[in-house]
Structure formats: structure tokens, C-alpha cells
């Protein structure tokens, strides 16, 4: 498989860090790639900035999501888009983890994992800013669920993914449109297909350049927890 791969930003009033983002995928990838950046709503203050991009660099395509609200379906409007064999799915804010894509893809490449996770806690992985309770939930949940189903990732809930889009295709998602929630099924689902998965380390600053927080906590944490004991539950019977 050539190396080559589709880059999914689903974005939500994030003005402030899409032109950077963009700009520096454009500059530090040395391959051939295509940036999806995929929006819920015309209203969107990213509209006008994601079509400008569209418009001055090549392999860039702003894409309105006609599937449904919510992240989650924003991506599969995304991979429905993509004309790449891997996907690599990120937060237009997430800036720093670039720096692990070609790490990512060499694994799927060279080592031939079908789904490559990012990791903030881990060895070699970092996570600073955003909110103090979202950080500390994550960090939580995130060990409890390794501890109770000994789990090989360590950061299952983190949105940042690579895989081959048949991967993807393969896992019927329903978990409600909530934030990131779809990424921690997404794994445990992935996980229980049996296929070969693994973690890459990356360094993550929430909201370095601004923007919209969707974040809120009753509703994030009810839609984790569903997944959290669905997956514990699922596993022990695997």
C-alpha cells in the first residue's frame, strides 16, 4: 500500500486554529494526503476560512455534513469523502500531534496494524491545557478501564485515530452524538473484532489557539460511563 492518506478535521466554531492546522499538515507531511475539513452547520464562524483554504491549496476540501449533528458523524461523512485507503482523524485544536503521524502510518504500513491509537499518557505522551475537570475524568476513566479489563491501550478515549478505512466501515457505532464519546466505542469495538491494534505517543495541548469547548459534563460523563461498563461487560465475555 502506497503511502498516502485522507486527514479528517471535524471543526465547530474553531476559526481560530484551522489555518494553522492546515497549513502546517501542508508543510511538515511529505507524502501524499488529502484534508477533509468536514462542518455541521453553514453558520459555522470555520465556513468561510475552510473554503478559503479550499480554494489556495491543493488536496483541501471543506465538507458540509449532511449525515447528522455531532462529531461522530461528521467523521463518517469524512471516511464516506475520503478517496485514501487510511484515515487519520484529529481535533483541528490539536495541533501538536502532527508530529506522530508518520509514526502512525509506518505502523499501519510497515507493521501492518489495521488501527493505530494516539496516546496521551503513556510513555513519551503529554496532556496539558483544556478543562481541569474533562483532564482529570479522562485520566481516570481511562486507567480504571485498563485496570478492570486489562486492556493494551492506555488512552482508549482520546479522538485521535489512524486506521485503514475498511476498519472504520467494519464497526457500527451507537453511541448518541456526545462530544468524542464515539472514539471510546470505537475502540472497544475495534478491540473486540479482533483486530491488531496498537498505540503511538503524542503530545497534546487542548485549545492552544482558542475556540469552542462542546464540552459538558453531565452528558459527556453519563455517554463515557454507558461505554465504560458496556466495555468492561463485553470484554470479560469476549
Known amino acids: 500500500m502506497d503511502k498516502k492518506l485522507s486527514i479528517i478535521l471535524p471543526v465547530f466554531n474553531e476559526k481560530e486554529s484551522l489555518a494553522i492546522m492546515v497549513r502546517l499538515l501542508k508543510s511538515t507531511l511529505k507524502f501524499e494526503n488529502e484534508i477533509l475539513i468536514v462542518y455541521d452547520d453553514e453558520k459555522d ?61 509506518n505502523l499501519i504500513l510497515n507493521d501492518g496494524y489495521d488501527f493505530v491509537s494516539g496516546t496521551r499518557y503513556a ?9 481541569l475537570v474533562a483532564s482529570f475524568l479522562s485520566r481516570l476513566a481511562n486507567k480504571l478501564f485498563c485496570m478492570f479489563t486489562s486492556f493494551p491501550l492506555s488512552d482508549c478515549t482520546t479522538g485521535i485515530k489512524m486506521m485503514k478505512k475498511t476498519v472504520w466501515n467494519s464497526i457500527v457505532l451507537e453511541s448518541k452524538p456526545i462530544g468524542w464519546a464515539f472514539a471510546f466505542e470505537l ?8 483486530l491488531k491494534i496498537t498505540e503511538a505517543p503524542l503530545k497534546s495541548v487542548d485549545r492552544l489557539f482558542g475556540g469552542s469547548s462542546t464540552f459538558k459534563t453531565m452528558p459527556w460523563i453519563k455517554e463515557y460511563l454507558k461505554w465504560f461498563f458496556w466495555g468492561i461487560k463485553s470484554i470479560k465475555n469476549k
Open 187 to 194: 475502540t472497544i469495538k475495534v478491540y473486540i473484532k479482533n
Open 123 to 131: 510513555k513519551g505522551g503529554l496532556r496539558l491545557g483544556g478543562s
Open 45 to 105: 464562524n470555520c465556513v468561510s476560512e475552510a473554503k478559503k483554504l479550499e480554494q489556495e491549496l491543493s488536496n483541501v476540501r471543506a465538507i458540509h455534513n449532511n449525515i447528522n449533528r455531532g462529531v461522530r458523524f461528521a467523521v463518517d461523512k469524512g471516511v464516506k469523502e475520503a478517496k485514501y485507503e487510511i484515515i487519520f482523524i484529529t481535533a483541528v485544536d490539536e495541533i501538536f500531534p502532527i508530529i506522530a503521524i508518520d509514526d502512525m502510518i
